[in-house]
């Protein structure tokens, strides 16, 4: 599988918004899910779930993105969403993109950076 990839992260202060976008490619067909997960610092080397999305459309967000977050795809162009609105400094992490394959191997992008300051 080809490692998919990232883009819209960036520094936004408290109460903005932001928008990553995942783009994947090769086995498109063996894609059974996509989503989001982020990593900071004192986690090391786990990452937390975001928001996942399957190929049928079903929706999954942890407890912290409910109401704030929404993650959406566009089968047309591989691409997955992860809108982000009222952020906070909680928020600021590493956010990868993580392509679930039919079969259970999962593929990692190269991560972005979200920063929220004042």
């Known amino acids: 599988q080809v490692q998919p990839v990232e883009s819209g992260g960036g520094l936004v202060q408290p109460g903005g918004s932001l928008r990553l976008s995942c783009t994947a490619s090769g086995q498109i067909f063996r894609i059974a899910a996509m989503g989001w997960y982020r990593q900071t610092p004192d986690q090391r080397e786990q990452r937390e779930l975001v928001a996942t999305i399957t190929s049928f459309g079903q929706t999954n967000y942890a407890d912290s993105a409910k109401g704030r977050f929404t993650i959406s795809r566009d089968n047309a162009k591989n691409t997955v969403y992860l809108q982000m609105n009222s952020l906070n400094p909680e928020d600021t992490a590493v956010y990868y993109c993580?392509?679930?394959?039919?079969?259970?191997?999962?593929?990692w992008g190269q991560g972005t950076q979200v920063t929220v300051s004042s």
């Open positions: 993580g392509v679930h394959y039919l079969g259970g191997s999962l593929r």
